[in-house]
Nanobody, 124 residues
Framework: QVQLVESGGGLVQAGGSLRLSCAAS????????MGWFRQAPGKEREFVAA????????YYADSVKGRFTISRDNAKNTVYLQMNSLKLEDTAIYCC?????????????????WGQGTQVTVSS
């Protein structure tokens, strides 16, 4: 079993920055990828970013490309999401996930383990 715990969410003004962290523990963690997904009230969960755990290749949703950066520290079993130039529409609960696969890295269904999420609220 893998446990994922997110941190770093909060309230920030539009244009500001936040850095989310996701720490993994439990069974030895060597997933194909780690991903970040978000869900806003009344909306479906959507892909934000993912990183190939061993190779480091990164993938982004078009809506966050150029503003968000995903990174990982393999030694700490931690993945990060640096969010800059935040917009009102970035407000959501952000969850990290472990799993993925080569052809479905952007799809939530391909991730086996999920954290509880951290709230990000962007105000005007």
């Amino acid at each position: 079993q893998v446990q994922l715990v997110e941190s770093g969410g909060g309230l920030v003004q539009a244009g500001g920055s936040l850095r989310l962290s996701c720490a993994a523990s439990g069974r030895t963690l060597s997933p194909y990828a780690m991903g970040w997904f978000r869900q806003a009230p009344g909306k479906e969960r959507e892909f934000v970013a993912a990183i190939h755990w061993s190779g480091g290749s990164t993938y982004y949703a078009d809506s966050v490309k150029g503003r968000f950066t995903i990174s990982r520290d393999n030694a700490k079993n931690t993945v990060y999401l640096q969010m800059n130039s935040l917009k009102l529409e970035d407000t959501a609960i952000y969850c990290c996930a472990s799993g993925g696969s080569p052809l479905t890295i952007r799809f939530a269904g391909s991730y086996a383990y999920w954290g509880q999420g951290t709230q990000v609220t962007v105000s005007s």
